[in-house]
Nanobody
Framework: QVQLVESGGGLVQPGGSLRLSCAAS????????MSWYRQAPGKERELVAS????????KYGDSVKGRFTISRDNTKNTVYLQMNSLKPEDTAVYYC?????????WGQGTQVTVSS
């Protein structure tokens, strides 16, 4: 049974930091590209960051470059998203995604709210 379980979301003030985690099980994690997406109310889901299988190549959405960092630990089947200098416009539900070809798995999402 495939599971992606996100954690670490919450309420943070502008300028603050959060670290999201996504624990994966039920599929060969190290063989999958892992990504974080987000969806704000009334907006389409957008790519935040992605990592290749070994983590050697990462990609970021333009709005988070220089502030967010994706990393993965293939020994723990976990992918992380370190979010610094958070802005109110970062408020969204953040989703973890694992993908290999046509195989595409999603977590249930974790809410991040940036507000004073």
């Amino acid at each position: 049974q495939v599971q992606l379980v996100e954690s670490g979301g919450g309420l943070v003030q502008p300028g603050g930091s959060l670290r999201l985690s996504c624990a994966a099980s039920g599929f060969p994690f190290s063989g999958y590209a892992m990504s974080w997406y987000r969806q704000a109310p009334g907006k389409e889901r957008e790519l935040v960051a992605s990592s290749t299988r070994a983590g050697g190549t990462t990609k970021y959405g333009d709005s988070v470059k220089g502030r967010f960092t994706i990393s993965r630990d293939n020994t723990k089947n976990t992918v992380y998203l370190q979010m610094n200098s958070l802005k109110p416009e970062d408020t969204a539900v953040y989703y973890c995604n694992g993908r290999l070809g046509y195989l595409d798995y999603w977590g249930q999402g974790t809410q991040v709210t940036v507000s004073s």
